[in-house]
């Protein structure tokens, strides 16, 4: 009886937050979250002119952007260890904190990856539209554009970006919120899959695209 609560309160849970006020309320939400997090950077790059630190409020901004005009889902994961990572997954990289910047060379190479990862987004969403979300859910297959590379070159993007984040503002927490981020990013696209893998035209572009971030790597 308890497992058949436990389902019903995930299902009503999930109906409630797709919902129009549950959408309006988790943008807000956001936004708050993006704010300060917004800030905390913009500050620090009129106080140092860490310039490069504009490319990670742009990618981190981009993110923002997509939850306002994302598209309902036709059907979403109601499996309340999901949503705790996906949501997890999303906020997580809002605790990354600007920090004594790297050596001249390996801040270099950090602004590069960061604006590799930038351009790799871009290209990315414009890929993707409107088709994104926290957690698993059933949307329409995106097959063009990046998606002829890897099954998931959104989050491939966000490698990238953290990557050389974490080279231009190197320390203890920043590696940490690194660690789990990319950790975070892992199984949620094995969530995902699972999802999808339900569906046939999945399973056909998973037999055509068989990597899923990386290009010969997974």
Request: with cysteine.
């Amino acid at each position: 009886m308890s497992a058949d609560v436990c389902s019903a309160g995930m299902r009503s849970w999930v109906a409630l937050v797709t919902s129009r006020p549950g959408i309006v309320v988790t943008n807000v939400a956001l936004a708050a979250l993006w704010g300060q997090f917004a800030v905390r950077h913009l500050r620090e790059i009129l106080a140092s002119g860490a310039g490069p630190l504009l490319l990670f409020v742009l990618s981190e901004s981009v993110v923002a952007l997509l939850f306002v005009v994302r598209k309902r889902p036709v059907e979403v994961s109601d499996d309340l260890l999901t949503w705790a990572i996906g949501i997890a997954g999303t906020f997580v990289p809002f605790l990354y904190e600007p920090a004594p910047r790297a050596d001249d060379a390996i801040a270099v190479a950090g602004a590069v990856t960061m604006l590799t990862g930038v351009c790799l987004q871009l290209l990315g969403t414009l890929s993707l539209n409107r088709s994104f979300g926290i957690v698993p859910a059933l949307r329409e297959v995106k097959t063009t554009g990046l998606y002829r590379m890897v099954r998931h070159p959104i989050y491939s993007s966000y490698l990238f970006v953290w990557t050389g984040y974490v080279t231009f503002n190197p320390g203890a927490w920043n590696l940490v919120v690194y660690g789990l981020a990319v950790a975070l990013t892992v199984e949620r696209v094995r969530r995902e899959e699972a999802l999808l893998l339900t569906t046939a035209p999945y399973r056909d572009y998973v037999r055509r695209v068989p990597y899923r971030l990386l290009p010969y790597l997974w």
